[in-house]
């Protein structure tokens, strides 16, 4: 069972240059005392049989497969557009144009 000092709280708080009080000491000992054992008790569940996860649940890929199915071609795409240059739609300037 872990059990954290006054003195060692005091040590931490010096480190992360935290000002904490006498009274504030007691207390914040008392609480990392509450997590230590709280950590402790989580490494006595974990053993060596149950492999380390990321998630609880085993995630999969919910993409279907990638199937070549017939499509129209670019001429086809393109028969339908108001205007074409090069094999591509052709759509008005919006950005750096000057009016």
């Known amino acids: ?7 060692e709280v005091a040590h931490l708080a010096k ?3 935290l ?11 008392g609480q990392l005392d509450q997590i230590l054992d709280a950590v402790a008790k989580v490494g006595q569940v974990a053993d060596q049989d149950i492999p380390p996860t990321s998630h609880a649940v085993p995630l999969t890929n919910v993409f279907r497969e990638d199937v070549v199915k017939p499509s129209l071609s670019q001429q086809q795409a ?3 557009a108001p205007a074409e240059e090069e094999g591509r739609f052709r759509v008005p300037r919006i950005l750096g144009e000057e009016q």
Not at 1 to 7: A, N
Not at 19 to 29: G, I
């Open 1 to 7: 069972m872990p059990t954290i000092s006054r003195d």
């Open 15 to 17: 480190l992360a240059r």
């Open 19 to 29: 000002a904490v009080t006498d009274e504030e000491l007691d207390v914040f000992a």
């Open 78 to 80: 393109l028969s339908g």
